[in-house]
């Protein structure tokens, strides 16, 4: 993105995986805790990386940023995580430039989401902007896209129906709930964490069972306080969670920990038991599913769930691909205004030393020069002028690269650095 006069490296890119082709357990070996996140833009910024933008969600994880080589990135995340190289080769996708800003329009838009319309993904990338920039590594470029993206993303919100009915995967665990649990209302159930998917899956979850029987855990237990003061459920300690999984009925486990949390030695129950793990890396390990009266099912499994109201929103891609392209356009306007900022900053610099210099004799010439009228004048001319040459530089119908080398050799202008 040279030419664009944007970055002092090469190109921008889109490095990341995500439930297209990586399973949960790959993703897991991806994902990034708010320290790793923190370290690995540390470490960027160390390497004079100019700007990053991290994301890492149930469904991928991302990094948008400019580099030499892609591989700079990837190794960044391989560092910080436990993933390797040879794993994310395997899964991965990289995209350069433009397809890169259109790869995040598609994400940020919801179109890429593991559940269509699911816009929780935004909100994400508004947090991982605001903390690259408050680490220094959000240059103008990477601020003027986000904000873009998240202009596509409210048209589509306000413009389309794609979002219609409730998304995410915290629906689709209650969902699944709703239609394989028989008398939910009367059922034990136990939310482990209570994080954001926590939170939204307790949320629905009192909303749609109608169940008074739920109980809250979570490590901090002022957070689980919270939450069940809100809808009057019950909140018990961390050190209880055995006891409390053996009286339940239904197990969702939604918590940020790197390490599986539940495994078959805590169950000690022989009653039917479904556990729901909405968490990356998984939480829950697969050896419960030794348990006879166990039944385990993974966040991958429940985002596969289709839907009349998914179906019906599939309807609504067309338009929503149109606002992308239109707010996208925009963007691209912008982005090519900016390749040729830099020479029309020199020609108004050069214009201005012309003016100077005829002033200063005028000036010897007049012993009643007007300064402040002549200023005036030559300031207005040399706008003017420069308006006039970057109108020209916008017009479709002529060769931008061309204009600009004959601009710079007619006035004889320094060459432009990047910015």
Not at 126 to 134: F, L
Not at 189 to 198: E, P, R, S, V, Y
């Amino acid at each position: 993105m040279q030419q664009y006069n944007i970055s002092k490296s090469s190109s921008f890119y889109a490095i990341g995986l995500s439930y297209k082709k990586a399973d949960a357990d790959i993703r897991g070996h991806f994902s990034l805790d708010d320290n790793a996140r923190i370290a690995l833009l540390q470490q960027a910024k160390a390497n004079e990386i100019e700007s990053l933008l991290v994301t890492s969600t149930c469904n991928r994880t991302e990094i948008y940023g400019f580099a030499q080589h892609p591989f700079q990135l990837i190794q960044l995340l391989c560092e910080n995580t436990r993933g390797t190289v040879e794993e994310f080769q395997k899964v991965a996708y990289i995209y350069k430039n433009n397809d890169a800003i259109a790869h995040m329009f598609r994400v940020g838009s919801g179109l890429d989401s593991q559940i269509l319309g699911d816009f929780e993904i935004i909100s994400q990338l508004k947090t991982s902007a605001r903390i690259s920039k408050k680490h220094g590594l959000l240059n103008h470029f990477s601020e003027r896209l986000v904000n873009a993206v998240i202009q596509a993303s409210k048209r589509i919100k306000t413009e389309t129906d794609i979002s219609t009915g409730a998304t995410s995967v915290s629906f689709a665990s209650v969902q699944y709930i709703l239609n394989t649990v028989q008398d939910i209302t009367n059922k034990n159930i136990l939310l482990f964490g209570t994080g954001k998917i926590g939170r939204n899956t307790c949320e629905n979850l009192v909303k749609h069972t109608k169940n008074n029987h739920i109980t809250l855990i979570n490590r901090t237990k002022t957070k689980a306080e919270q939450i069940a003061g809100k809808f009057n459920l019950v909140v018990k300690e961390y050190a209880n969670l055995q006891e409390e999984i053996n009286e339940a009925d239904i197990l969702i486990v939604a918590t940020g920990a790197q390490r599986p949390t539940i495994d078959k030695h805590i169950i000690q129950t022989h009653k039917p038991l479904l556990i729901l793990d909405l968490s990356i890396p998984k939480n829950v390990n697969d050896n419960v599913q030794e348990l006879s009266n166990v039944h385990l099912v993974h966040l991958d499994h429940l985002s596969s769930i289709t839907d009349e109201t998914l179906e019906k929103r599939k309807t609504h891609i067309p338009l929503a691909e149109i606002i992308i392209e239109e707010v996208k356009g925009e963007f691209n306007d912008w982005l090519e205004t900016r390749k040729f900022a830099p020479t029309i900053k020199a020609l108004k610099n050069k214009l201005h030393d012309f003016a100077v210099a005829e002033l200063e004799t005028q000036r010897k010439k007049n012993a009643d020069f007007n300064e402040a009228q002549a200023e005036l004048i030559s300031n207005n001319i040399i706008q003017k002028i420069t308006n006039h040459f970057a109108h020209h530089l916008k017009d479709d119908g002529i060769s931008t690269d061309e204009s600009l080398e004959l601009i710079k050799k007619v006035f004889q202008l320094e060459p432009t650095t990047h910015v």
